[in-house]
């Protein structure tokens, strides 16, 4: 069979809405043409983000039922502790409502003001989450990660000699930890492979620097080392996870992407001492160490959820769904990040329209066209999102877990293609306001 279908059935539907143009004219002048600021229910195909957005299972729904609320030592935290550790290996699992709230929590034991922290790309709220500290992020992805259309096969990969020189240039006792991003997202969804894995543990050890993983998206990655990478295609996602972690010392990890969860997120370590004070100041800001900001029905459904984001026969179709989503809009002509990423697709919006100048933010103006066209919402990854020091503009179509059928990734394919076709007629964008962290997400902006 050629055909790779859904490895589900649906059981719950939820209406979606259509609008007309002129609604969505006027709705994304509402919004001061930031996508962001737009209502949901005006939005047919939402593909923001895969983040919290994936639908949950059977098996889900009903442990959740089972979801042990007790303040403290509750049945629904030994399962979820029990789950992670079976699969990341690490030995303090901190449960946190999300995974931003791990990031913060771990730069703010782990940094200072003046340290440096390499990534091989840092996402948006790692990047700030780090500054809000004082210390400085680097991001060290290959130059092939910088190249759209460069087909590597592993584009999230770090530079090695980079992170080596980096470390001589600023002294070891500078960097409290490296990070890598398994799947890269602001890089377009682009894995790392266990070589690189291995190399960039490699070095963090001889400097006795501890490795850390952004490891949101790491089924998505396995299943790409086993697919690319030579001597791992008989490995199941779960070993090629469980070896990729074992290279590092600990986690951050949003369950909202590949814990196939709506909420929750947690932070892993086998650092005692630290383990200690981001306990500490998890009380402090999020809830006690066995619920972390979660209800206990959360983490019974991260629990079952991680483990239904290793099954190959998801990975198969989720991986495979992306790619056709990126082939027939590249077969038009339409530039994207090559090879797609496992997420999302990412489109070139500097190649898309090369008339338009960064500063007057390609991306924003691809993504407003989006929505115009056909009512999908998409997000920029470029100049609004990361200011001069976006190296691309980027659209990315962000795909929820198991929520679109094939019949709604046509009609996108159909979308982008109509808006590739007048795409000389598109214009750039001037900011209106602008706050002073994270601004895309509340950005106004004008047609100049
Ligand atoms: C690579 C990466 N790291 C961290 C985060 C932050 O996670 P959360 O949105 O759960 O705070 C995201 C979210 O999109 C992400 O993609």
């Known amino acids: 069979m050629r055909t790779i279908i859904e490895p589900f059935k649906i059981k719950t539907v939820e209406p979606i809405r259509w609008t007309?143009?002129?609604v969505r004219r006027l709705q994304l002048e509402r919004a001061h043409h930031n996508v962001f600021l737009l209502p949901a229910e005006e939005v047919l195909i939402d593909l923001l983000t895969d983040s919290g957005t994936a639908a949950m299972s059977t098996r889900q729904w009903a442990v959740m039922m089972e979801g042990d609320e007790s303040y403290a030592g509750s049945r629904s935290f030994q399962r979820f502790e029990t789950a992670v550790k079976a699969i990341f290996g690490y030995r303090h699992v901190i449960p946190t409502h999300q995974g931003r709230a791990a990031e913060r929590i771990l730069?703010?034991?782990?940094?200072?003001?003046?340290?440096?922290?390499?990534?091989?790309?840092?996402?948006?709220?790692?990047?700030a989450n780090v500054e809000y500290v004082g210390a400085e992020a680097v991001d060290l992805v290959i130059p092939e990660g910088k190249d759209p259309g460069?087909?590597?096969?592993?584009?999230?990969?770090?530079?090695?000699?980079?992170?080596e020189s980096l470390i001589e240039r600023v002294g070891r006792e500078k960097i409290p930890l490296v990070m890598l991003t398994v799947t890269n997202n602001s890089g377009?969804?682009?894995?790392?492979?266990m070589e690189n894995v291995r190399a960039v543990s490699r070095v963090c050890r001889r400097h006795r620097i501890p490795?850390?993983?952004?490891?949101?998206?790491?089924?998505?990655?396995a299943y790409f080392i086993k697919e690319r990478e030579p001597g791992f295609g008989d490995h199941s996602p779960e070993k090629i996870a469980h070896e990729m972690f074992s290279y590092g010392d600990g986690c951050t990890m949003s369950a909202k992407k590949d814990g196939l969860v709506n909420i929750g997120g947690f932070l892993c370590t086998n650092d005692d001492a630290l383990a200690r004070q981001e306990e500490n100041l998890l009380i402090l800001t999020e809830g006690y160490p066995t619920y972390g900001g979660l209800a206990g029905r959360d983490l019974e459904a991260i629990a079952v959820g991680l483990y239904e984001a290793l099954e190959e026969d998801y990975l198969r179709y989720r991986i495979t769904s992306t790619a056709y989503l990126g082939?027939?809009?590249?077969?038009?002509?339409?530039?994207?990040?090559?090879?797609?990423?496992?997420?999302?697709?990412?489109?070139?919006?500097?190649?898309?329209?090369?008339?338009?100048?960064?500063?007057?933010?390609?991306?924003v103006a691809l993504a407003g066209e989006l929505y115009l066209e056909g009512g999908i919402r998409s997000v920029e990854i470029g100049t609004l999102m990361f200011g001069e020091r976006a190296h691309m503009d980027l659209v990315r179509l962000a795909i929820?877990?198991?929520?679109y059928t094939q019949s709604h990734i046509d009609y996108v394919v159909e979308t982008v293609l109509e808006v590739w076709k007048r795409r000389d007629r598109i214009r750039g964008l001037k900011l209106t306001y602008e706050a002073q962290f994270l601004r895309h997400f509340t950005a106004h902006l004008k047609p100049v």
């Open 20 to 22: 007309t143009p002129e």
């Open 107 to 127: 730069f703010a034991c782990a940094c200072k003001k003046g340290d440096v922290v390499p990534n091989n790309t840092h996402f948006d709220t790692t990047r």
């Open 327 to 363: 082939r027939h809009i590249a077969e038009h002509g339409v530039p994207i990040v090559q090879p797609p990423g496992g997420h999302a697709i990412y489109i070139d919006a500097r190649g898309f329209l090369p008339h338009i100048p960064p500063e007057e933010f390609p991306g």
């Open 211 to 221: 490795l850390y993983f952004d490891a949101c998206r790491f089924a998505e990655n």
């Open 188 to 193: 377009g969804g682009q894995p790392v492979s």
């Open 150 to 163: 460069n087909r590597h096969p592993f584009k999230g990969n770090m530079d090695v000699g980079a992170l």
């Open 400 to 403: 929820p877990r198991r929520v």
